[in-house]
């Protein structure tokens, strides 16, 4: 799941997917990746390869068409046997999206570099400005080996006490203190937070699988095993979907729309302060 830069060069094979992103500057991601990359790196964009249009009530990052990404992923020339290596500029918050995304078509050999563009550049590696060349052909996808959840099973999972729902955005953002991007603030009543920073060390790095065990159950302990990740829009939720398998934890469900989604419907409920 884990892929280190040293090893990563060792991996001519390797497809590499640069998922620098901004979301106050959509352009600034590809501007970057252009500029300079991991050499042979392709570019996958937030908003047009790793989501779909809004709709309605989708929130801000519906999952891609699955005929899209897998032409996307023919694009790159991901065949079932490639070894797929995310990385962003972000400590994963974006390449997380790309892995659970692979995982979702059914693609299991997915990794991320840890700790990303930053300790590639301080392995002293080269970085590039050339562009890798496109393919014609299509992936082939398969039933996905990660799963999803509905606003409704989130409120009756909540309400019913039969779900864990955690939220990976910043304590600040949790409680409603600021809120930069959506339209409310605050958090679903009844969830709790682990913002995807508490997933690394002071290096960027992911922690040891044993130290994310340890966290993770202290964070649900005594709470119902059956659990689902969230976000602003369901893309760094599946930072903590990484980390809880990193640990060896069963994979929660992802709530794609996430907080943005969820206050779509202006009658679900809200809650503010750190307190779930």
Known sequence: MLISAQELTKRPDAVIVDCR???MDPPAGRKAWEAAHIPGAFYANLDRDLASPIGVHTGRHPLPDRDAFADLLGSWSVTPDTLVVAYDNAGGAMAARLWWLLRW?????????DGGLKAWEAA?????????????????????DVGTV???EVADGLASN?????????????????????????HIPGAINRPLTENLDANGCFKSPAQLRAEFDTLLANRPVNVAAMCGSGVTACHNVFAMELAGLPLPRLYV?????????????????KDI
């Open 105 to 113: 078509a059914g693609h299991p050999k997915a990794a991320l570099l």
């Open 21 to 23: 992103f901004n979301l």
């Open 124 to 144: 002293g590696l080269p970085l590039s400005a050339e562009q890798p060349s496109l393919s014609d052909g299509r992936y082939p996808i398969r039933d996905a």
């Open 162 to 186: 039969t779900l864990t729902l955690v939220d990976a955005r910043d304590a600040a953002r949790f409680a409603g203190e600021v809120e930069p991007i959506d339209k409310r603030p605050g």
């Open 257 to 273: 729309g996430s907080w943005s989604g969820w206050i779509t419907d202006p009658e679900r409920p809200v809650a503010l302060g």
């Open 150 to 152: 509905s606003a409704d």
